[in-house]
């Protein structure tokens, strides 16, 4: 079993730039492939972002490519989300979450997540 918690959300203005970090728990920590997702209000979760076990390979949803960049470090057991050019429509709830599967963009996927963490961009 895997236990996540995410931290470094919070209020930020368009333009600029957040580091979400996500620590997990366990010793299994590298057998897991790692996402990040996110929700606002009213909307369904959205995938951002995704990492192999090895950290070798990267996904990004459409909204967030170019902008975001996920990595992992297996020896600390953590995975980031560094956002950059953030803009209004990038505030929601953002979660980290952990699968032993390779469909790596969708929610259903995933098995472990974390309890959220909120980022905010003003205009």
């Known amino acids: 079993q895997v236990q996540l918690a995410e931290s470094g959300g919070g209020l930020v203005q368009a333009g600029g730039s957040l580091r979400l970090s996500c620590a997990a728990s366990?010793?299994?920590?590298?057998?897991?492939?790692m996402g990040w997702f996110r929700q606002a209000p009213g909307k369904e979760r959205e995938f951002a972002a995704a990492i192999l076990r090895s950290g070798g390979s990267a996904f990004y949803g459409d909204s967030v490519r170019g902008r975001f960049t996920i990595s992992r470090d297996n020896a600390k057991n953590t995975v980031d989300l560094q956002m950059n050019s953030l803009k209004p429509e990038d505030t929601a709830v953002y979660y980290c979450?952990?699968?032993?599967?390779?469909?790596?963009?969708?929610?259903?996927?995933?098995?472990?997540w974390g309890p959220g963490a909120q980022v905010t961009v003003s205009s």
């Open positions: 366990g010793r299994t920590f590298s057998t897991y492939n």
């Open positions: 979450a952990a699968t032993s599967g390779y469909r790596v963009t969708t929610p259903e996927s995933y098995v472990y």
